[in-house]
């Protein structure tokens, strides 16, 4: 995209939107910003309707920040929490339906690798746990499979929360909800492991509680994603509505349940994109 | 009348450990030249988040 194509006709300055005035004099396009420049300049997002504390509007928003190239991404979502913040994005974005996000995000990487075969556009999957790890895991799978070169990022809170609170895959064993009062049966799913077998170049998993580590893990998913194959991230986002605690305590129960053992931040690269980053590093 | 954080410019070093803790956008305003964070009232959803994270205690819900 070129960057001259949000600039506001002559003319048209005085009646457009304070917002996308904002937007078009001091955003990020074009610059490199990364989530150390947060706050002085106008970020992806506009105001979102989600809870006071998410942990997922969070991610989402350090997630949007660490973008390398923001002007030509495309993001990939689903239903869910996470797509409630979508119509606010300041990107190209598409809403697929339940579970359908891989497979859509597969069809437009090979559609925009024919229509611009010299520039690199990266297409990136922004989903929740029901839609990546329960019902989309056979198109995620699959996608992976392929070798298609996408990033998935896993806004993982543990519940279908936009639902009303549903167990999910990802849930604790044990986990009491609103719609699952007598707790979970069975262990949450670890989709880093199924992503490292199915064949992913780089698998992380990272919370918001350090957000430097989330924004070199999904900066690097997205290099490796551009040139080796598929990469999976897994953002660890507890819900304060569905999980019952106060929203400032957000950042310290991850850290609380880091020192637990039952959330721990892992990373794998394989030898090719272990080469690739690199080689990266050394011509920065 | 709603509430909001408040910077107690005093204490406020200008980390920005608030910034990126703030799950709400455009809320926390970084001024390079006074090392100091200023906050948009009206986005704020006075969830206290950044009052937890801030080592300083120069953030108060009010």
């Known amino acids: ?284 | 009348m709603y509430l909001s954080v408040r910077v107690d410019t005093e204490k406020c070093i200008g980390c920005k450990i608030c910034i990126t803790s703030c799950p709400e956008p455009n809320v926390f305003i970084f001024l390079p030249e006074q090392k100091l964070v200023e906050v948009n009232e009206s986005r704020c959803k006075a969830c206290g988040l950044c009052t937890t994270v801030c080592a300083k205690e120069a953030l108060k819900i009010g």
């Open chain 1, 1 to 284: 995209m070129k960057t001259g194509m949000l600039k506001i006709s002559p003319g048209f300055e005085e009646i457009m939107p304070p917002e996308y005035r904002e937007l078009v004099d001091n955003g990020p396009y074009g610059k490199n910003y990364g989530i150390n420049d947060l706050g002085s300049y106008k970020e992806l997002l506009e105001e979102h309707p989600l809870c006071a504390g998410c942990g997922l509007a969070l991610s989402l928003r350090l997630t949007l920040a660490s973008l390398p190239m923001p002007e030509d991404t495309v993001i990939v979502g689903s239903t869910g929490c996470s797509a409630l913040a979508f119509p606010q994005v300041a990107l190209h974005n598409i809403h697929s339906l339940f579970g359908n996000q891989n497979a859509v995000a597969s069809g437009l990487k090979r559609a925009l690798k024919l229509r611009f075969p010299d520039k690199e556009k990266d297409v990136v999957v922004i989903a929740g746990d029901g839609a990546t790890a329960d019902i989309g895991l056979d198109m995620v799978m699959q996608s992976w499979l392929r070798r298609e070169k996408i990033t998935t990022i896993m806004l993982d809170n543990e519940a279908y929360a936009n639902t009303g609170g549903q167990e999910s895959g990802m849930s604790m064993q044990g986990a009491v909800l609103n719609m699952a009062p007598t707790g979970k049966k069975f262990p949450k799913l670890s989709l880093p492991e199924i992503a490292q077998t199915c064949g992913c170049a780089y698998v992380a998993a990272a919370s918001p509680a350090k957000p430097k580590q989330l924004a070199k893990v999904v900066r690097r998913a997205i290099l490796v994603a551009r040139e080796i194959g598929p990469t999976y991230v897994q953002l660890y986002s507890p819900c304060p509505t569905n999980y019952k605690f106060n929203p400032k305590e957000t950042v310290s129960l991850i850290k609380q349940r880091e020192k637990e053992g039952l959330y721990q931040s892992k990373e794998y690269i394989s030898q090719e994109a272990k080469a690739f980053l690199e080689s990266m590093e050394v011509k920065k």
